[in-house]
């Protein structure tokens, strides 16, 4: 006989950070939270926790070339959940939402992290972020999309390969990584790696690295 879904696991719990300086022990940065999770038989997972943070900026902060925070002590609050899908399907995925005020604005964040076991040999992995903050009484604000894709390939023990693709669209660039490694036996590794870099300038770079452990019994 099947079980009836429902949530067999919840509980609440608690956040909190303390940054002191060294210099004159006055709070740099804090936060603290309450929060709530629930999980369900079936493994799917709900969490979220308002929380209140307390910063205080010595200097001016700039987040782009057209939005700065100015230096003063802030207090603001946010709410902050997830929800994701049980993790040992072949398919599973994460969400997030973070909206609340954000220093002397507002601020909504949105993410999503898909994942899927293609075989057992093949597994992608994307990432999708949107962060909007808004300080209308200074009449700035900040947008940023940044996606990512994650592949991993492994034949078998000895073979080994990655890809990972990032793009940023408030600096507009792209960051690309390549790896490959062999382990043909115990001892000796080979990578071959290759990174690349585009914005307002291109950087690549390309490593060959090979490894040989010597055993002085």
């Known amino acids: 006989m099947k079980e009836k879904p429902g949530a067999f696991f919840h509980r609440i719990y608690s956040e909190a950070l ?68 049980p993790s040992g399907n072949s398919f599973s995925s994460q969400a997030g939402l973070i909206v609340g005020s954000f220093y002397d604005g507002w601020e909504v964040s949105i993410s999503a992290n898909p994942r899927w076991s293609v075989s057992s040999t093949l597994e992608l992995e994307g990432n999708y972020e949107f962060n909007h903050v808004s300080f209308p009484s ?9 996606t990512r894709l994650h592949i991993i390939y492994m034949l078998n023990t000895k073979f080994f390969a990655m890809a990972f693709i990032q793009y ?42 090979y490894t ?6």
């Open 18 to 85: 303390l940054i002191l300086s060294n210099t004159n022990n006055i709070t740099e940065s804090a936060y603290i939270g309450l929060g709530y999770e629930l999980e369900t038989k079936s493994g799917y997972k709900v969490k979220a926790i308002p929380k209140i943070y307390h910063e205080n900026l010595f200097e001016n902060f700039s987040l782009s070339e057209d939005t700065e925070i100015p230096l003063g002590k802030y207090t603001f609050f946010n709410l902050n959940t997830e929800f994701s899908t």
């Open 138 to 146: 200074r009449n700035q604000q900040f947008k940023s999309h940044i």
């Open 168 to 209: 940023n669209s408030a600096i507009d660039s792209v960051i690309a990584n390549f790896r490959i490694r062999y382990n043909p036996r115990e001892g000796v590794d080979l990578y071959l790696v290759y990174n690349e870099a585009v914005n307002s300038d291109r950087n690549r770079a390309i490593m060959l690295k």
């Open 212 to 217: 040989y452990t010597f055993n002085m019994n």
